[in-house]
């Protein structure tokens, strides 16, 4: 890997990195699309090249039991098996040991799982995570770490964050054996909870291997939380996690936050040191027929769209815009025909490639204050802005409600139409 820091803001703690990997360059920060079976529901590499996105996200825990490490070795990798040219992240598995939790027993050794599609069981170690990664052929590989929900409290968050460290120098040893590090590039992941104490003890604990590991993640962010108290862990890890962890990361290694997909929240995480994240937010909101524009989601389901003779956003160079398909087309077949799905992804993509793609050239040219400004006018109107984000940006330096008259709203603040009268 080479990694350079292009550009940095002289008022947040956003920044440009260039970092180059053995499939070409990817310009940070930069939000990755989840292909987690080796395929974006719905799209073809070739459709998710042409959209100008150059790093994606395959899953180590699906891709190893189907379609299965020998396959994969067979034909050469994971890049050659989905006809992806560009950068791949693969993750460790780890986070199965929440959403598959009731398939998953923790041990010192690793994570005994039964297979969802048979039953059978399959012992994950850290050393077999790394030997599937490689087999793979991943750019980047993550650690295996012990995930808990950040919502969790008690000494289950100390053990996981310490197995996490333990693990991590499993993966390192067996990384280096493998003589694979020219080509292959692990990243360590922060664990800890909404602990403060214990995210340093990890962060002290991850730092000291600088050495022996190409990037930081910044995980727990996405951990399994209940729905209506989602936004108590996004809040306090925003705002507490994610800034104590990038303050204290190298600056000369790429900074990646685990399942941050929201644009309000890719945002905030830019502007508190952020290079990297990942989500299946914006194509599993399109498969239920949700548009993402800079003025706020479009739920294109509702009847109010139905006669709409307009693209979807005018100003977007999607494919689905450019080719002004009509919101009415896409209300009359988003949830009935697979091209209506399709469509808005691609739409979505291109959404969120243009929220980081702005978000760098503001930094580059001195502005981004008040992109961030300008964004979240946008997107939110005068309803008023999501209280969590307004704090988080005030502590690094920017606020949102200067010279302005808004209300705070409360939680996640996500905003959604629900009904036509939205």
């Known amino acids: 890997m080479e990694f350079e820091v292009i550009a940095t803001c002289n008022i947040t703690r956003a ?7 053995a499939h070409g360059v990817t310009m940070l920060p930069t939000f990755m699309p989840v292909a987690t079976q080796a395929a974006i529901k719905g799209l073809t590499t070739e459709q998710v090249e042409s ?21 994969l070795k067979e034909v050469g990798g ?19 040991l929440v959403s598959l939790s ?14 969802p599609f048979t039953g059978e069981p399959t012992m994950l170690t850290p050393e077999e995570s790394i030997s599937i990664q490689h087999s793979i052929g991943a750019d980047i590989i993550m650690q295996l770490d012990d995930v808990v929900s950040s919502l969790t409290v008690g000494p289950r968050v100390a053990e996981a964050m310490e197995r996490s460290v333990r693990w991590l120098d499993r993966c390192i040893e067996q990384h280096e054996r493998s003589g694979r590090r020219d080509c292959q590039n692990l990243f360590a992941i922060v664990q800890g909870g909404l602990d403060v104490e214990l995210r340093d003890r990890c962060l002290q604990a991850m730092i000291a291997r600088k050495d022996r590991v190409a ?40 900074r990646y936050a685990m ?18 994240a990942d989500c299946v937010f914006p194509t599993r909101t399109a498969r239920f027929g949700v548009a993402l524009t800079f003025k706020g989601p479009l739920n294109l389901r509702l009847k109010k769209h139905a006669g709409s003779i307009e693209p979807i956003d005018g100003n977007c160079p999607c494919p689905t815009c450019s080719s002004k398909m009509s919101r009415a ?27 980081m793609g702005r978000a760098r050239d503001a930094i580059i040219e001195g502005r981004f204050p008040d992109y961030l400004r300008t964004f979240f006018e946008s997107y939110f109107g005068d309803r008023g802005y999501p209280e969590w984000c307004v704090n988080a940006l005030r502590s690094v330096g920017v606020d949102l409600l200067e010279g302005r008259d808004l209300p705070l709203i409360p939680g ?8 036509d009268a939205a």
């Open 329 to 355: 087309m896409l209300h009359h077949t988003v949830t009935i025909e697979t091209a209506g799905a399709h469509a808005v992804t691609q739409h979505n993509l291109v959404f969120q490639a243009q929220v």
């Open 15 to 21: 920044r440009v990195c260039r970092m180059k990997l």
């Open 215 to 254: 990037g930081y993640a910044i995980g727990g962010l996405s951990g399994g939380e209940e729905k209506e108290t989602e936004h108590r862990g996004r809040l306090f890890l925003t705002t507490t996690s994610i800034k104590q962890c990038a303050e204290q990361l190298p600056a000369d290694r790429p």
């Open 102 to 115: 009731k398939f998953t027993k923790i041990t010192e050794d690793g994570a005994l799982f039964s297979s």
């Open 78 to 96: 994971a890049h050659i098996f989905q006809g992806w040219n560009r950068n791949l992240l693969t993750d460790s598995g780890g986070f199965q």
């Open 412 to 419: 996640s603040g996500a905003k959604w139409e629900y009904s």
């Open 51 to 71: 959209l100008g996105i150059t790093l994606i996200l395959n899953n180590t825990y699906h891709l190893n039991l189907r379609p299965g490490i020998k396959t």
């Open 259 to 276: 399942g941050v997909g929201f644009a309000e929240d890719l945002l905030v995480c830019v502007a508190l040191g952020v290079d990297m």
